[in-house]
Nanobody
Framework: QVQLVESGGGLVQAGGSLRLSCAAS????????MGWYRQAPGKQREWVAT???????NYADSVKGRFTISRDNAKNTVYLQMNSLKPEDTAVYYC???????????WGQGTQVTVSS
């Protein structure tokens, strides 16, 4: 049974930082590309960042230079370090696993990030 469990969300003031974690089980973590997505109230879910199994990274323009995605294959965990947070970063953040390059197949339950102005 595949499980992705996010943690690390919370309430932070604008300009602050948070680090999200996503612990995976039930999959061969090292072969999966991992991604972070977010969904703000009343908006569609949007892609935030991806890290491939070779540790190459890509970011949405809205977070480039502020967010950093990383992975620890020994711990089956992917991280999202979020700095210089803005109120518009407020959303539920989800991690996802892509085992075959065809897009996210497994999703976590999400963690709320709220940035106050």
């Amino acid at each position: 049974q595949v499980q992705l469990v996010e943690s690390g969300g919370g309430l932070v003031q604008a300009g602050g930082s948070l680090r999200l974690s996503c612990a995976a089980s039930g999959i061969i973590f090292s072969i999966n590309a991992m991604g972070w997505y977010r969904q703000a109230p009343g908006k569609q879910r949007e892609w935030v960042a991806t890290i491939t199994r070779g540790a190459s990274t890509n970011y949405a323009d809205s977070v480039k230079g502020r967010f950093t995605i990383s992975r620890d294959n020994a711990k089956n965990t992917v991280y999202l370090q979020m700095n210089s947070l803005k109120p518009e970063d407020t959303a539920v953040y989800y991690c996802a696993a892509d085992p075959d390059g065809m897009g996210p197949l497994y999703w976590g339950q999400g963690t709320q990030v709220t940035v106050s102005s």
